[in-house]
């Protein structure tokens, strides 16, 4: 792990700019979700986090809401060439402490059926919820009880 990255709270729309560079190239570029879908609603409101290196350069993404079911994670992301150096699971492991620290005991998300072993790996578990598609990819409902 490079020890120059950091996991900080990036203010929506101040770091508007910066998330959505991540976000652009994971989920629009790479995955082909429609652009139009990318930013939604709950992006003036949500908990951002935002991971950057020493250069300050942002790296991956992940944020959370609270709805009726606890607190909803969404647009996990990181920057292809920076996966599998525990970049996702330091912003994973952020997002917990802050949802917690918030006063908050389950997180719940949509998770590509191929993150499943990430989630897993930090804890979430699969519900009884059935596959379903979104963005033309398919997806199961996972939780985590703190
Ligand atoms: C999912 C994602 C955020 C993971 O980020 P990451 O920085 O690569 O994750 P980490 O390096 O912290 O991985 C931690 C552990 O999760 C598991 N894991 C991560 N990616 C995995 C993969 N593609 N397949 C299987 N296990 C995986 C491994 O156990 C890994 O530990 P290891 O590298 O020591 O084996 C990243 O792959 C990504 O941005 N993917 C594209 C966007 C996406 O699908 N987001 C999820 C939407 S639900």
Redesign the pocket.
């Known amino acids: 792990m490079d020890p120059e990255i950091t996991i900080i709270e990036a203010a929506w729309p101040e770091e508007a700019d910066r998330l959505l560079a991540v976000r652009h190239r ?2 629009v570029k ?2 082909r979700v429609p652009e139009e879908i990318e930013v939604d609603e709950h992006d003036e409101t949500a908990f951002h986090l935002l991971a950057v290196n020493g250069q300050n350069e942002p790296l ?1 993404t992940a944020r959370w809401m609270s709805d009726g079911d606890g607190v909803r994670v ?7 060439a ?11 492991k952020e997002v917990i402490r802050s949802a917690s620290e918030a006063g908050h005991r389950r997180l719940h ?4 059926t ?2 499943i ?3 897993e ?2 804890g979430f578990q699969l519900t009884n919820s059935p596959e379903f598609e979104e963005a033309g990819i398919p ?1 199961r409902e996972m939780e985590f009880l703190l």
């Open positions: 994971v989920f790479e995955q991956g969404g647009r996990v992301a990181v920057l292809k920076w996966r599998r150096h525990g970049i996702g699971s330091l912003l994973m998300l949509h998770a590509q191929s993150s072993p990430f989630y790996a930090l997806h």
